[in-house]
C-alpha cells in the first residue's frame, strides 16, 4: 500500500498564509507594541486601534509560528521577534519585510504569467519613488548579514579604491570602509536609487569617503581607476548573456590584477541547492526578468570576459562571494 502523506502539499500551500501574516503582523506594529512589555489582547487591541476579535487572530496565528509566545493571558515577543522585528535592536528586518509585502507579493500573483512569456510582469525599474525607498531599505536590511561578513571574510587591504555597481544605498560599501580606512569608495546606481542612498550616506561617518555616481550599467561610463570592483545582487537582474556583455564592460574599465567581488545566491550546477536560491528564481524573473546562476556559471563568464576565478567564499545564509581578477 502507498504510505504517501500529502504533508509536502499541504505545508508548502500554506507558506503563502504564514507570509502574508507575518507581513500583516509587521505593518500593524504588532513586535513593536510587545517590545517592551507583555500585553493582554484587550490593551494588545488598543494600542494598535484594531478591533480585540482581529487583533486575537493576528496575535494567535504569530504564536503559532513562533514569533509570540502566550502566557496565562498576555503575549509577548519571542526571541526571534524581539531581536529583528521589535525595533528595539541594529539587527532590524521590518524594512525587509515591508519591502517583500509591498512590492514582492503583488508581483508574486503574476508568477505563472512570467514563467509562460519568459519575461518580468512588472519590473523593479517602474518603482515610484516612495516604493523605491522601501525597496532599496528592505534590500539593505537583509543584505545587512552578508554585506558585514564580506569585509571579515575577503582581505581588502590589497587594495585602494572600490567601486560598487548597482550598490543599493551602499550597504556593501559602508562596512567595508568602516573596517579599512585606506579605501575611498564609489556607489554607481541608476538614478532613483541614488537619491535614496544621499541620504543613507549622510547618516553614516564614512560616507564623506564614498563618491555616488549615478548611471545605467549598460548605457553609461563606468568609472575608471578602481582595483576592486563589486557585483552584489546585481547579476541576478540579467539572463547569462547580458552578464557576459556586464563582466566584459567592467573588464576594459580596469587594469590587470583588478579584482571582481561577485556576491550573490550562487547555486549548485542544477539550480536546486540552496532551496532559498531555487525559490529566488522566481522572485528574479517576476520582478525584472532575471534568473540565479551556479558557481559554475560564473567561472564560464570570467573565461569569456578576460577575468580569472580565484576564490569562493561564503559569507552568510545562501550568499557567497566569487572572486574574479582581471588578467
Ligand atoms: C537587489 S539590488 C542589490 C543592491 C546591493 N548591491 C545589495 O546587494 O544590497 C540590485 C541593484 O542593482 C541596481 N541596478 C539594476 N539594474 C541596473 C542598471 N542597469 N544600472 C545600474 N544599477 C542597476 C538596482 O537599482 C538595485 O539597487
Redesign the pocket.
Known sequence: MNDTSPDLILQTAAGFMMSKHLFAANELGLFEKLADQPLTLDELAKDLSIPSRTARITADAMVALGFLEKQDDRYRNSSVSQTFLSGKTPADLRPFLRFWNHISYPQWLHLEEALRTNRAVRG?VDLDPDQQRIF?EG??AI?AGP?HALPEKYDFSRHRKVL?????VG??LMPILDRYPQLEGTL???PS?TEVAKDALAANPVGSRINIVA????EDAIPEDHDALIL???VH?FDYARNLELLRRIRERVLAGARVLL?DFWTNPQHTEPLFAALMAGEFLTSVGGDVFSEEEAKGWFRETGWEYVQTIPLEGPISLVVGKAI
Open positions: 523593479d532599496s534590500v539593505a543584505q554585506a560598487d555597481l548597482g550598490g543599493g550597504e556593501y554607481f546606481e541608476l536609487v548611471g545605467d550599467l549598460f552584489a545582487n546585481v537582474y556576491v
